[in-house]
């Protein structure tokens, strides 16, 4: 069950250009709500401005940040060199996943998430890393798959996006963690988004009611997504949400400040 204050993770679309302009202004608007900020890592398998970079840039703007790493596209070698720059740049959370399937090529190497836990864990005996603190790592969940043990050493869980609070309570009873939950709310912008999320998303269940109402008013999307938030908070169940405003981050900031004062 939550013990601490409801976090409230907001991730920020990764710069695909030179330019963090956008990202930049992502953090602004979702600053007053945002506890911490999540940064996709080549997100759905499209190179991005590296998400430890980015992770750099929330922190120079006075917020907080976890840096997604996903397997798919490095070695070891190159994961190590991550782990320095991320020490380097006073990064030292993460969320390790398998990562999406690349757009272009194939995988990397047989990097795993496994392997890249027990890589950050052995960091902090590299003599090289003198001096830096050990990394927070965090591992991802999806509710129709078993949860391995080796995933609960994680200092923290991000359960997948769903729409079902039955479903999310089911999983949360079958799979006592001790690490902090925090559950996947994302913002349907269109119909279209939500029969595209069904067929990638194994196991979510997007209510046909929800997807009509989006089809008439995307404003729909982004309230029912405020209203998940608070539902889960209000539950007490979990420690708080990893929310996916996608394009709709300005209205979300806007309706889930008024919200979560009232």
């Known amino acids: 069950m939550s013990r601490d204050p409801f976090r409230l ?65 490095r070695n070891l070698l190159g994961f190590r060199r991550d782990l320095l720059t991320a020490a380097a740049y006073g990064v030292d959370q993460f969320l390790f996943v398998h990562g999406d399937k690349p757009s272009v090529g194939d995988r990397a190497s047989g990097l795993t998430v496994r392997t890249m836990i027990d890589e950050a864990r052995a960091a902090t005996d590299d003599p090289r890393l003198a001096g830096v603190g050990p990394f927070q790592v965090g591992v991802a969940a999806g509710l129709g798959r078993p ?67 989006v089809e008439a008013d995307p404003a729909a999307g982004v309230a029912a997504a405020c209203e998940h938030v608070v539902a889960l908070r209000d539950s007490g169940a979990f420690d708080g949400v990893h929310l996916v405003p996608v394009s709709r981050f300005r209205q979300v900031a806007a309706l889930l400040e008024q919200v979560l004062k009232g």
């Open 9 to 73: 993770i907001c991730e920020i679309e990764p710069p695909t250009k030179p330019d963090l302009r956008h990202a930049r202004h992502q953090i602004g608007v979702l600053a007053p709500i945002a506890d911490s900020f999540l940064i996709p890592d080549n997100h759905i398998g499209r190179a991005t401005v590296s998400s430890i970079a980015v992770a750099h840039e929330v922190q120079a703007m006075g917020g907080r940040s976890i840096a997604c790493v996903n397997s798919r596209d």
């Open 147 to 213: 949860f391995p043990d080796w995933k609960r050493e994680a200092d923290f869980v991000f359960a997948q996006v769903s729409y079902s609070m039955e479903a999310l309570l089911r999983w949360r009873e079958d799979n006592p963690v001790d690490a902090p939950v925090y559950v996947g709310v994302m913002v349907l912008a269109s119909a279209g988004m939500a029969h595209r999320l069904a067929g990638s998303i194994p196991d979510i269940t997007i209510p046909d009611e929800l997807v009509a109402a």
